[in-house]
Nanobody, 127 residues
């Protein structure tokens, strides 16, 4: 069973940073790519980026690529989302999800592709 658990959210001031974690179990990071999403209440879930299962290539949405970065620690079965220069409009629940593209060196952050989801962690950006 694929399981993902996010953590690291919280209240942060504008301009601040957070590192979100996604711990996976039931599979390894060699088997699945991991994508990050966020969702504001009342709005559609938005993909922010992903990391491939082979060489760890990363891809980002244009809206966040200069401020967010994704990394992983295979020994800890953990993927990280570093979020910098936070803005109030970044306030959302952040989710990680697992996908298995045919090509191991690519990844996607489309919600309809995902095989499993975590429960999310809330990030609130406010002064």
């Amino acid at each position: 069973q694929l399981q993902l658990v996010e953590s690291g959210g919280g209240l942060v001031q504008p301009g601040g940073s957070l590192r979100l974690s996604c711990v996976v179990s039931g599979f390894t990071l060699n088997d699945y790519s991991i994508a990050w999403f966020r969702q504001i209440p009342g709005k559609e879930r938005e993909g922010v980026g992903c990391i491939s299962r082979s060489d760890g290539s990363t891809y980002y949405a244009d809206s966040v690529k200069d401020r967010f970065s994704i990394s992983r620690d295979k020994s800890k079965n953990t993927v990280y989302l570093q979020v910098n220069s936070l803005k109030p409009e970044d306030t959302a629940v952040y989710y990680c999800a697992a996908d298995r593209p045919v090509l191991a060196y690519v990844c996607y952050f489309r919600p309809d592709r995902m095989d499993a989801w975590g429960n999310g962690t809330l990030v609130t950006v406010s002064s």
